[in-house]
């Protein structure tokens, strides 16, 4: 019987021929991340339980970066960062990414990537949920909380359940009014938000392969929204380029077994497919944009690590490009490196800056944001009864700040659309 | 661990997130300076819908104005308890407000581990639905050894699954504990 990608990565990493769904492994982890909201209460548990003078397991296999509560006056977030510096200080680590320095990355994900650390066949643990989004390397990632990532910074392991698979297939060329990011909204409607729980999430198809590595960390981002352990795409040579770019560091490249075994699969043609959203509040709660076309909104937003990368950027300038937007729209580059692209990227010969600023939108220094509301001066971030409609990925009551705000996800072309008009608008009007 | 476990139920709906369990504005206070983490307990569920907080009727709080501590030990959920982000600030924030165990009918992966590993709460899930048989106040009993819920209040029992292969973690207290009782790392 033959084994997906995620069952040989997992094997090899617990030093095991073969794995089957189910069973609870030790695994050698090769790469540990943290950032400034787990980071601090990572650390205090390492200290607690490995002593004050105690080294990490290894130095070079641990990233921060810090991300989520930057730019804010806030003492106890300020706090966080100041813990994450000493602390890197202390154990000697290199892989530190300290605000207001020439180094500051911006928001995790995406910094790893562009970084380098994402490698095809390896295992990364993070005190994230979407650390799931490295996967779209061809590798095992997840998220845990900080006592998991506590006894990984001394020990380099940690225990899972080897997960059952499920498997994705977008079949067609993309259309040019669709993105990943409907893509995953359609799986989200249908398996639901617990659909995926503990299991592992493969993506496959020629639409999939026909995708850039950002597009497709936008696939592998929102699996933990179905409940997803992990979401996961083979590496090819469009994988290979981009790693090779970044870094000399090795890897291997895991294929799943044409007799693989799978939980489920799925099979979409992506030319049936149209531009969607995910309605308040929930992110499978999937309606197509023309169902929900017109409704008001307060705010648009376009950012974080689903939708904040330079393909997101570029999607949204085709629309907003010689615009004016209605409502207040809020642009936050995900890394240092998108918001430099900002200045280079151009669309009909105009930088993504100038067309991001003559379309009257507000432009953000890079790090998570308003996607998960934040401290109360966060950039962005939802209030009162606002409307709001973001490329961010979660939309639970709250989650950008107030309460009594609604959130809509949608794709950055959806995003862009409805900016120009202050209502939600499908993209193929403007396309 | 004690193998009985009694208190007030407080019932809640299906997909309870983390945000909703505590909200990502409070992330930053210590979760090691015991006077700085009691404010964990203050917002632990506090961005519930009020109508859903506190079923049937809704409308309760979970912790009382200017207190940490609830007067709910035992929550009852439904589908997906624990949905969302990584923050095991959400099992902490439970703690502290006085939770001992939650019993549900599914849970998202990394909240479980969360809870188990860090050994906060005990989460448990029910054969059944049973967040709309229990009233928020009822008085509750949990046997794990008998792997059973008892609504005291009306004399009726539910059976839950057994706990399975994370039962040593639990019954070591965390995942640290566990480690060292098997001497996976030093004492």
Known sequence: ?431 | MNNKITGKAFVLGNNIDTDQIIPAEHLVYSMTDSEESKLYGKYALSSVPIQESGLPGGGIKFVDVGKHLSEYSIIIGGANFGCGSSREHAPFAMQVAGVKAIVAESYARIFYRNSVDGGFVIPLDSTMKINDKIKTGDEIEIDLDQNKITNLTTGTSYQLNPIGDVLPIIEAGGLFEYARKTNMISQ
Not at chain 1, 18 to 29: A, D
Not at chain 1, 43 to 49: D, F, N, Q, V
Not at chain 1, 266 to 292: C, F, I, M, Q, W
């Open chain 1, 1 to 431: 019987m033959g084994m997906t990608i995620t069952e040989k990565i997992l094997a090899k990493s617990a030093g095991k021929n073969i794995v089957k769904p189910g069973e609870s492994i030790w695994l050698n982890v090769d790469t540990l991340m943290t950032h400034d909201v787990c980071g601090p209460p990572t650390i205090g548990i390492w200290k607690r339980e490995f002593g004050e003078k105690a080294k990490i397991w290894d130095k070079d296999r641990v990233v921060i970066f810090p991300d989520h509560y930057i730019f804010t006056a806030n003492k106890h977030a300020n706090r966080n960062v100041e813990i994450l510096r000493e602390f890197a200080k202390e154990q000697s680590l290199d892989n530190y990414y300290d605000v207001g320095t020439d180094r500051y990355k911006g928001v995790c994900h995406i910094a790893l990537a562009e970084e380098g650390y994402n490698l095809p066949g390896t295992v990364l643990f993070g005190t994230d949920s979407h650390t799931c989004t490295s996967g779209a390397f061809g590798m095992f990632s997840t998220g845990v909380g900080n006592t998991d990532a506590a006894f990984i910074l001394g020990t380099g392991k940690i225990w899972e359940k080897v997960p059952e698979s499920m498997k994705f297939t977008f079949n067609g060329a993309m259309p040019e009014y669709l993105t990943a990011k409907d893509l995953i909204l359609q799986i989200l409607g249908d398996i639901t938000t617990d659909g995926a729980t503990y299991r592992a999430m493969e993506f496959d198809g020629e639409a999939v392969f026909s995708l850039g590595m950002n597009e497709r960390m936008t696939l592998t981002n929102m699996a933990i929204e179905a409940g997803g352990m992990s979401g996961i795409i083979q590496a090819d040579e469009v994988t290979e380029a981009y790693v090779k770019e970044r870094t000399d560091k090795s890897y291997e490249i895991f294929k799943s077994d044409a007799d693989a075994v799978y939980q489920s699969k799925y099979e979409y043609d992506v030319s049936k497919l149209e531009p969607l959203v995910a309605k308040p509040h929930s992110p499978d709660n999937r309606g197509t944009v023309r169902s929900v076309e017109g409704t008001k909104l307060t705010k648009c937003y376009i950012g974080s690590c689903t939708g904040g990368k330079i393909t997101d950027f570029m999607f949204a300038a085709k629309l907003l490009f010689g615009q004016e937007t209605k409502v207040p729209t809020f642009i936050v580059p995900a890394s240092t490196e998108v918001a430099a692209q900002f200045e280079v990227e151009t669309f009909n010969g105009v930088t993504l800056k100038e067309i991001f600023t003559n379309a009257g939108c507000e432009i953000a220094q890079s790090s998570c944001a308003a996607c998960l509301g934040g401290p109360d001066d966060t950039f962005g971030r939802s209030v009162d009864h606002d409307i709001v409609i973001s490329t961010t990925n979660r939309n639970f009551p709250g989650r950008m700040g107030s309460k009594k705000s609604e959130v809509y996800l949608a794709s950055p072309l959806t995003v862009a659309a409805s900016a120009l008009t202050g209502v939600i608008t499908d993209p193929r009007d403007y396309l």
